[in-house]
């Protein structure tokens, strides 16, 4: 059963879920990262080795920026393992999102439809009025990366995923498609339907069975190795990743010079907050 539809109610699961967003992220901060420089390997190329049915979105991330379906060597076989996993439960793993540079996490965090999409949430959550920028910084920061050490993309240590059956192609229905910025967002959200709750655990037992930690706020979000994944499995540390800067040419990485600077500060958001106001009044 999905709990009271109440518009307050929702407003109310909708803040307290991105304060305890906000609460863990201060975890993260403050948690030891001892990069370890392991370099990348592909999922798409160990997923054509091992003959395991995957697929991997062909949508751009922003801009005109292709996902990067790379990640740490020593995580590849773990996601091998999970996409076999499921397909021999009749499932197929897509893999929506893998490694994200500095500069694609950047402009993901300014992408206009996701960006619009939080701010509309924002404006709910403060009663129809745009409330203060470092609420929308804040609440921004939970769903979109915005410090290099938050996000586990930029680590290499995380994917985002959808599944669908093997037997007719469609969706192992989660309750919303891959991306949703809601209340329904958070893995165990109060808002939604019971068959889609269960698809979502059974989803993610699969995945944390090969170690890959669920990030309470994204139902679609899966990290391993990194300061995120340790406080949420509580491991006490160290983690062996954190944001690097990668070059696929050498297949180096080298730790992010200031892994606490935000990508977008508070000016830009401002801007942004000004901007998505003016495509809002564009369109009516």
């Known amino acids: 059963m999905i709990a009271n539809n109440n518009d307050g109610e929702r407003r109310t699961y ?10 863990v992220l201060q975890q993260v901060l403050q948690f030891e990262v001892r990069e370890c420089g392991e370099p990348f390997a592909s999922l798409i190329d160990a997923a054509n080795a091992a003959k395991v049915e995957m697929q991997f979105s062909d949508s751009k991330i922003a801009g005109a920026l292709d996902r990067i379906f790379y990640l740490r060597e020593r995580l590849v076989g773990d996601v091998i393992a999970i996409a076999r996993a499921m397909n021999e439960l009749g499932w197929v793993l897509k893999i929506e999102d893998g490694f994200r540079s500095l500069e694609m996490q950047r402009q993901l965090g300014r992408k206009p439809e996701l960006f619009d999409a939080i701010l509309r949430k924002c404006i709910w959550e403060n009663g129809g009025e745009i409330p203060p920028v470092e609420l929308i ?22 994917i985002d995923i959808s599944v669908f059956r093997r037997d007719d ?34 989803i993610t037992s699969l995945m944390e069975a090969h170690g890959f930690i669920h990030y309470p706020f994204e139902f679609w979000h899966y990290n391993k190795g990194d300061a995120l994944g340790h406080i949420l499995a509580g491991i006490s540390g160290p983690a062996r990743y954190g944001a690097v800067d990668w070059n696929p040419r050498t297949n180096k990485v080298s730790a992010v010079w200031d892994p606490t600077e935000p990508l977008n500060p508070m000016s830009v958001i401002e801007q942004e907050v000004v901007a998505a106001m003016q495509r809002a009044s564009a369109m009516g």
Do not use: C
């Open 169 to 202: 192609g469609s969706e192992v229905w989660r309750g919303d498609p891959y991306l949703d910025m809601s209340e329904r967002s958070p893995m165990r959200s109060l808002f939604v339907e019971a068959e889609a709750l269960g698809n979502r655990l059974a």
């Open 14 to 23: 909708w803040a307290e879920q991105m304060q305890l967003g906000h609460d």
């Open 137 to 158: 910084f804040r609440r921004a920061g939970v769903l979109v990366a915005n410090i290099p050490k938050f996000g586990t993309h930029m680590s290499g240590s995380a």
